[in-house]
Structure formats: structure tokens, C-alpha cells
Nanobody, 127 residues
Framework: QVQLVESGGGLVQAGGSLRLSCVAS????????MAWFRQAPGKEREFVAA????????SYGDSVKGRFTISRDNAKNTVYLQMNSLKPEDTAGYYC????????????????????WGQGTQVTVSS
């Protein structure tokens, strides 16, 4: 089991920045990929970004590429999402996810490809 706790959400004006954090505990040695997803009311959960736990390889969704940056601190078992140039359409609940199954090939972007989830943190961007 891996437990994930997100923090850092809040209300920000368009053009502003926020940094989300996700702290992992439990069987962290089994983590292969950490990711961020988001879900707006009435919409499906959407892939935002992912990072391999053992390398610097990252992947981003098209809607956030160039504005968001995912990073990790292995010593703190923490993954971050730096969000810049925020837009009202970035408003959503942001969820941290962890994959403990080995990964071969491209980054997983479907929710079924991740094994553990946090409770989420709300990000609201005002216009």
C-alpha cells in the first residue's frame, strides 16, 4: 500500500502560479511512476503530468505543456507540480497518483494504469 496526500491548492488569479505537493508514505520503494491528474465538475479525470521515480523522464498533457512542471524529491518521497500562467480552465480538483507496477514503454495516461490515489486538492483560477 502507498498513501498519498496532496497539498498546495487554493484560489489564484489568472496568470498566477501555484505549487502542489504530494507526499507518499508506506511502500514507497515500490513506486515506478508518479503522476498528477485533474478533474473539473462534470468532466472526466484528465492526465496532467507524470515522472518516473528513478529517472528524470517526464511527460505532460497537451493542455499544460510549457506552463506546468513536474518534479520530485526522492529523499522526501514528494512529487511537486509547479503551475505557472494559470488559466480559468485549469480550475479543477488535482489528484496525485502512483503506479507500482513496472512500466515498459510510454508513460501511462489512463486512470486505470495507476494503483494508488490521493484525496485531491482544489485549484480555482479566477478570471
Amino acid at each position: 500500500q502507498v498513501q498519498l496526500v496532496e497539498s498546495g491548492g487554493g484560489l489564484v488569479q489568472a496568470g498566477g502560479s501555484l505549487r502542489l505537493s504530494c507526499v507518499a508514505s508506506g511502500r514507497t520503494y515500490s513506486m515506478y511512476v508518479m503522476a498528477w491528474f485533474r478533474q473539473a465538475p462534470g468532466k472526466e479525470r484528465e492526465f496532467v503530468a507524470a515522472i518516473r521515480w528513478s529517472t528524470t523522464e517526464t511527460s505532460y498533457g497537451d493542455s499544460v505543456k510549457g506552463r506546468f512542471t513536474i518534479s520530485r524529491d526522492n529523499a522526501k518521497n514528494t512529487v511537486y507540480l509547479q503551475m505557472n500562467s494559470l488559466k480559468p480552465e485549469d480550475t479543477a480538483g488535482y489528484y496525485c497518483a502512483c503506479r507500482t507496477r513496472p512500466l515498459f514503454g510510454t508513460f501511462p495516461r489512463r486512470i486505470t494504469e495507476y494503483d494508488f490515489w490521493g484525496q485531491g486538492t482544489q485549484v480555482t483560477v479566477s478570471s
